[in-house]
């Protein structure tokens, strides 16, 4: 079921033209719902898995899940976006953590 | 030059075709697809003349669009010292089991590769270096790199050099006598037609997935799990050869093999890690092949080994990463984070680390690939295409396989010193008002049929074809082996299909968009079907197996085969061309 939506973090980017999240997905498919004032995935089933939006997103509000029939309830991987890094935070489905931390852009 | 936002989905949907508003806009140089190719096509076309009025039509949003929109984590090409351009095609003749490939293009792209990777670096772009400074290499030719910006960082320089239309997917070329003077789009959030007339064209919309069913492909939320972007469907593709522009060699098609149930890449454990590929029983698979290269067999062999090992009843197959060093197997998951997070998830949604259990492969759908394998556009060394005006770079370029993302870039450059020489000169002819009200009305028919048209949704027919192609067109689930009476059956099919467009309906723009892409994902599936039949012979088997004709033919079929589209009646016919060496050497191996 990717992408979730945490409802209660997001705010549908209040203010923008444009989602951070709508911005950035590849295949067109993240949307605002205007009456709620929340983000959602227009078609799940269409979803690359590719975590775009999942880094786009400057609250953290979206978490990208594996669809079930593919893997196990419920690991989490979760993208911290630094200025020319980022961490990763994964928690398997026995509850490990490992963290994973590298630089994504030399200084130019 | 700018980035243009999209806006968010207009809520106002026409009633009429009188509702739609045109955009034209006028170019010198327009780039259908803002991607691994179209960046570099970007900056360089502006190096060569900085007056020179550069656009980009993009589908997506530039930043993250395309193919490199998860990220990379690795150069597949790059010269190392003491090697020359020579070796490298060598190499690449030797992947795809002797060839025919273009040699012509190959040595052109690989004079070119290194500078255009260094680019990427100057750009931004970390590769991995040894303690002394000197790059990394993690196997003969392919660099390791932390490119989880790699999009964003070409996107940048793009924006620097071009003005980006993004969320306006492109649904024909503007012809003018038989010459492209542009390309058309539908603008997927505010619902206008956009016409781009330009003095040259270089499309570069990545290649073509979701042609084929997936094997994960399941009812509810994992439907495009694939290797490749789901979102790169062939639509460059279709447009030219709905134009008369003749496809090369999309019968040699891109199946890999991957990581299984969730499409990640292999060769970042079984060469950048040394992870042997073992079945069940636990035997080194690769070993059968040993006559063939072995470990270093062409890319083809190398993919269809572990089909091979289930269909002879000893699947699973594994890469076989126990044991690997701890620090080892984190690098191993950043390269995965780099490229694929999402990989990294899967594995911890099935509760596996790698040190202790081995990582499951099986063989991908099959993707049209001309960055990858052969499939995509003639084209000349200018990178133009067979109808004057239309160049091609990356994926859409068709002949010289084995670019990635160094050869996508390197030919972004080449197409645009072509379309620069090319364009010298050259004025934009007046609009052709017909020919845009006629695109206008096809691009918009599936909206505008109204809500209580009883029709076909785009998904469905979409479904239709994948399912189609991957029972009759050699899919994974045929273990990619088709004959000459699947292939008809195919081509009636698809002939079908081609005649329903009449009711396909779309409820938002979304959907319209979808609407036309499968359209075009049926009008390339029947190329590639033409493809298949004409090659009586089996040269790549994966890649391109003939149950009928289970030999190599090199008295027939030591050529390229070709399709053409007749602009006017949509008839498609095949035929062949020669196959010229120009670097010497045995074919076969490297």
């Known amino acids: ?108 | 030059m700018a980035n243009i936002p999209a806006p968010r989905a207009t809520r106002k949907l026409p009633a009429s075709l009188a509702d739609v508003e045109t955009v034209v806009v006028d170019c010198d140089l327009l780039i259908i697809g803002g991607g691994n190719a179209g960046c570099f096509v970007a900056v360089e076309a502006k190096k060569l003349d900085p007056d020179c009025k550069v656009v980009i039509m993009e589908k997506a949003e530039i930043m993250r669009s395309g193919a490199t929109a998860a990220g990379m984590d690795a150069i597949n090409t790059y010269i190392p010292p003491g090697k020359t351009p020579e070796d490298l095609v060598r190499w690449s003749r030797a992947q795809v089991g002797g060839g025919p490939l273009r040699e012509d293009l190959a040595l052109s792209n690989a004079r070119e590769l290194n500078e255009a990777v260094d680019d990427l670096e100057r750009w931004g772009l970390p590769i991995l270096r040894n303690p002394d400074g000197s790059i990394k290499y993690r196997g003969k030719w392919d660099i390791s790199i932390h490119g989880e910006q790699l999009k964003p960082i070409m996107a940048e320089k793009a924006v620097e050099n071009a003005e980006v239309y993004n969320r306006v997917a492109g649904t024909a070329l503007l012809m003018d006598q038989g010459r492209c003077v542009g390309a058309m789009g539908l603008g997927v959030r505010d619902g206008k037609f956009y016409v781009f007339r330009a003095k040259a064209t270089v499309c570069s919309t990545g290649g073509a997935g979701t042609l084929y069913k997936s094997y994960t492909a399941d009812s509810t939320d994992c439907g495009s799990q694939i290797w490749m972007c789901p979102y790169c469907v062939g639509s460059g593709y279709a447009m030219g050869f709905r134009q008369g522009a003749e496809l090369s060699s999309l019968e040699q098609r891109w199946v890999a093999t991957r990581t299984k149930d969730f499409c990640g890449p292999v060769d970042t454990i079984s060469v950048g890690y040394k992870a042997p590929i073992i079945n069940c029983k636990g035997e080194k698979v690769m070993a059968r092949y040993q006559h063939l290269g072995g470990d270093a067999a062409p890319r083809f062999i190398r993919a269809n080994a572990p089909m091979e090992e289930w269909l002879q009843g000893r699947g699973p197959t594994y890469c076989d990463t126990r044991g690997m060093a701890p620090e080892l197997a984190h690098a191993m998951m950043c390269d995965y984070l780099n490229e694929r997070p999402s990989f990294v998830l899967f594995l911890a949604s099935r509760g596996q680390d790698p040190v202790k259990q081995p990582i499951e492969i099986f063989g991908s759908d099959p993707y049209i690939m001309g960055g990858h394998t052969m499939g995509g556009f003639w084209v000349d060394l200018a990178r133009m295409t067979t109808v004057p005006g239309l160049f091609a770079a990356g994926e859409t370029a068709g002949g010289n396989p084995n670019k990635f993302v160094g050869g996508c870039a390197a030919e972004g450059k080449l197409a645009a010193r072509g379309a620069h020489a090319y364009m010298s000169g050259l004025e934009l002819p007046g609009l052709d008002q017909a020919q845009v009200e006629a695109e206008k009305a096809r691009v918009f028919a599936p909206l505008l049929r109204g809500k209580d048209f009883d029709g076909v949704r785009p998904r469905e027919m979409k479904e239709r074809l994948q399912r189609l192609m991957d029972e009759y067109a050699g899919g994974s689930s045929q273990f990619y082996r088709t004959n000459e009476e699947r292939l008809d059956y195919a081509l009636t099919h698809i002939a079908m299909l081609q005649s329903q467009f009449g009711f396909l309906k779309a409820s938002d723009l979304h959907e319209l968009m979808q609407a036309n892409e499968t359209m075009d994902r049926v009008d390339v599936a029947e190329a590639v079907v033409h493809h298949l039949k004409a090659r009586r012979e089996t040269r790549w088997a994966g890649w391109q197996t003939r149950m009928d004709y289970p030999e190599r033919d090199d008295t027939n079929f030591d050529c390229f085969v070709e399709t053409r589209r007749d602009p006017a009646t949509g008839e498609v016919t095949a035929f062949t061309r020669p196959y010229e060496q120009l670097v010497p050497g045995d074919r076969y191996t490297a």
């Open chain 1, 1 to 108: 079921m990717p992408p979730r939506i945490h409802t209660d973090k997001c705010n549908g980017c209040e203010g923008r033209a444009e989602s951070f999240c709508e911005e950035a997905c590849p295949g067109d498919l993240m949307a605002v719902d205007v009456a709620a004032g929340k983000a959602y995935c227009r078609s799940t089933l269409d979803c690359w898995d590719c975590m775009s939006c999942t880094k786009a997103c400057p609250r953290a509000a979206i978490e990208t899940r594996i669809p079930y029939q593919l893997g196990y309830h419920k690991a989490t991987l979760r993208p911290i976006m630094g200025k020319k890094q980022i961490t990763w935070k994964c928690v398997d489905i026995h509850g490990n953590e490992t963290t994973y931390k590298y630089r994504n852009r030399l200084d130019t």
